[in-house]
């Protein structure tokens, strides 16, 4: 998941896995993620409790706790979705898997289904963190910050590579 060589190709976008406040990754309460040490992305504070999928591909791993996935594209671009900050201490309480490892599944189709109001019952904080681990050599554009956003609306387009 985490391969650092440099990808090259055409990327389409990557979509708001959930509906709610979308927010850059540099503003995330996380300095892992805030830092872009990950990788650069979004996040976004949820309003609803099924995160989906913010592209198509392979569901290339799978937290047994259910709070991160990953997807690898068919042009090898590889995102990291992780939901909530400090949500693996719950050990997969109040997350339901919806899909397996290795499945193959489109954008937009639901993953990971949390209990929400639960969770931040209990202080977590649920901001959904979409980033992309893989190196590209193309530049994109991120749309949609500091705004509400639904499900499914394009957040991060890639300029066109070579």
């Not at 990291?80 to 050990?91: A, E, P, Q």
């Given at each position: 998941?985490?391969?650092f060589i440099k990808k090259k ?56 706790t259910g709070h991160a996935f ?22 997969g309480g109040g997350f339901k ?66």
């Amino acid at each position: 998941m985490f391969n650092f060589i440099k990808k090259k190709g055409n990327f389409d976008s990557v979509l708001a896995p959930v509906s709610g406040t979308c927010i850059d990754i540099s503003d995330v309460n996380d300095g892992v993620f805030s830092q872009k040490i990950l990788g650069d992305g979004f996040a976004i504070k949820p309003d609803s409790n099924i995160i989906c999928a913010p592209c198509s591909g392979e569901l290339s791993m799978m937290f047994v706790t259910g709070h991160a996935f990953g997807i690898k594209t068919k042009s090898g671009l590889e995102i990291l979705v992780h939901i909530g900050i400090d949500t693996i201490n719950l050990k997969g309480g109040g997350f339901k898997i919806l899909k397996n490892k290795n499945s193959q599944i489109d954008a937009g189709e639901p993953i990971i289904e949390i209990k929400r109001e639960e969770m931040a019952d209990k202080g977590y904080d649920l901001v959904t963190i979409v980033i992309i681990t893989s190196q590209i050599d193309v530049g994109f554009v991120k749309y949609n910050l500091n705004q509400h956003v639904s499900k499914g609306e394009h957040i991060i387009q890639f300029e066109k590579g070579n």
